[in-house]
């Protein structure tokens, strides 16, 4: 079935940096791609949706100078979480959807826990 | 209000007991529903889609009724793997792709 690997799975950082994630669609064209957050005990919360070649659409309340979503390609999306700070730290999963695949459509990323300290 | 909200529980149960988790979504223009699976630390796994007529997997059942903008999952002779936090999911409105998650409701199924 169709698989998004997405990487690091884990990262800890200082405050201040940045830190990149990827997410890679292995067998199949992911001209969409949605990046999630979820805080703990809390629902996933979107935080902007990207489609492969042009500009993200950012939901409300998300800095888009501070989450730069890129989406070069049919099967690459990074997420760079700019000069982040502890309320940074959540769990980031990324979505691609599938409009061909079977199921939902929607082949999530296994997520990347980001500690900021 | 919510976009989609479910009891987030948690729902204690023996093994073999039938559970029930309730969802409700505020926008009747959603067009896809389904009910996702999360454990602790792992990303969301799809348990099934929700259609209006019904449908069954195995000891899952899901329901529809969109004139109450309603949806509901039974599991029927729960079992210990069954632990997991239960993701109500709609796609949001027009064609944008949008899946919108409640907020989840834990369930703990006991020996």
């Known amino acids: 079935g169709a698989v998004v690997s997405q990487h690091p799975s884990w990262v800890i950082c200082k405050s201040g940096t940045s830190v990149k994630i990827e997410c890679r669609s292995l067998d199949f064209q992911a001209t969409t791609m949605f990046w999630y957050r979820q805080f703990p005990k809390q629902s996933l919360m979107l935080m902007a949706t990207s489609n492969e070649g042009s500009k993200a659409t950012y939901e409300q309340g998300v800095e888009k100078d501070k989450f730069l979503i890129n989406h070069a390609s049919l099967t690459l999306s990074t997420l760079t979480v700019t000069s982040a700070h502890p309320e940074d730290s959540s769990f980031y999963i990324c979505?691609?959807?599938?409009?061909?695949?079977?199921?939902?459509?929607?082949?999530f990323g296994s997520g990347t826990r980001l500690t900021v300290v | 209000r919510k976009e989609v909200e479910q009891d987030p529980g948690p729902f204690n149960v023996p093994e073999g007991a039938t559970v029930a988790f309730n969802c409700t979504y505020s926008?009747?223009?959603?067009?896809?529903f389904f009910w996702y699976r999360q454990d602790c630390r792992k990303e969301p796994k799809l348990l099934m889609s929700?259609?209006?007529s019904g449908n069954e997997d195995g000891r899952f059942t899901a329901q529809l009724n969109r004139a109450s903008q309603y949806i509901s999952l039974l599991i029927r002779d729960s079992k210990l793997s069954d632990s997991a936090t239960y993701l109500c999911v709609v796609t949001g409105w027009g064609n944008t792709g949008k899946l919108i998650f409640g907020q989840g409701t834990t369930l703990q199924v006991k020996p």
């Open positions: 926008n009747s223009a959603s067009q896809s």
């Open positions: 979505s691609a959807l599938n409009r061909q695949g079977s199921g939902s459509g929607y082949t």
């Open positions: 929700v259609y209006s």
